[in-house]
């Protein structure tokens, strides 16, 4: 049997029917969700950018050698949910109606709590687009900051809740 890196062995047809991007020969497919009902759909995200409250405070105060540190963060995580279909292999193109970015301090951590909510009115869900803004914002809020403190680490990038669809609704704490 076959290996894919640290992937594992490669499902055998008795075990594709269950994985939707398998089709029954074993190859990879976009799902067909052109039967599905166009939903109002929302997913939200967050991460964390980890830094020292001496990096935290270089941020707030707006003066890093890169500018605007937080506002380039928002544009780039609003910019990578438009663009996830692009960036990831099988996701659908989606009519993004709204993404809202928050970059919120933490003194506990320290660090940024970066949150995305992405919605949209579709025939599948944009988690994915969420994660994804997370994803590049905190990259890039790393990339602003980096020449203050490389040692900054990214973690915790997690779905917190979705609604809408066939699966219907769901939250982290349930």
């Known amino acids: 049997m076959?290996?894919?890196s640290d992937l594992g062995?490669?499902?055998?047809?008795?075990?594709?029917s269950s994985l939707s991007h398998i089709d029954g020969g074993g190859a990879a497919h976009?799902?067909?969700?052109?039967?599905?009902?166009?939903?109002?759909?929302?997913?939200v995200a967050e991460g964390y950018l980890r830094m020292s409250h001496e990096t935290m405070a270089a941020v707030q105060s707006g003066n890093l050698p890169k500018?605007?540190?937080?506002?380039?963060a928002r544009i780039a995580g609003i910019m990578a949910a438009k663009q996830t279909s692009n960036l990831i292999p099988?996701?659908?193109?989606?009519p993004i109606k709204s993404?809202?970015?928050?970059l919120t301090p933490d003194d506990q951590r320290p660090g940024y709590r970066i949150e995305a909510r992405v919605k949209t009115a579709g025939?599948?869900?944009?988690?994915?687009?969420?994660?994804?803004?997370?994803?590049?914002?905190a990259l890039t809020l790393y990339d602003m900051a980096k020449a203050v403190q490389k040692s900054m680490q990214i973690e915790d990038?997690?779905?917190i809740s979705k609604t809408g669809g066939k699966s219907g609704d769901y939250t982290i704490d349930s």
Do not use: N, W, Y
């Not at 099988?90 to 989606?94: T, Y």
């Open 30 to 43: 976009m799902v067909d969700v052109s039967g599905k009902d166009v939903t109002h759909r929302v997913a």
């Open 99 to 102: 993404v809202e970015i928050s």
């Open 2 to 4: 076959a290996i894919f």
């Open 67 to 72: 500018g605007d540190v937080l506002g380039t």
């Open 9 to 16: 062995p490669i499902p055998d047809q008795s075990q594709t």
């Open 157 to 159: 990038i997690r779905l």
């Open 90 to 94: 099988l996701c659908h193109p989606l």
């Open 123 to 137: 025939q599948t869900g944009v988690e994915m687009e969420a994660l994804t803004a997370v994803s590049v914002a």
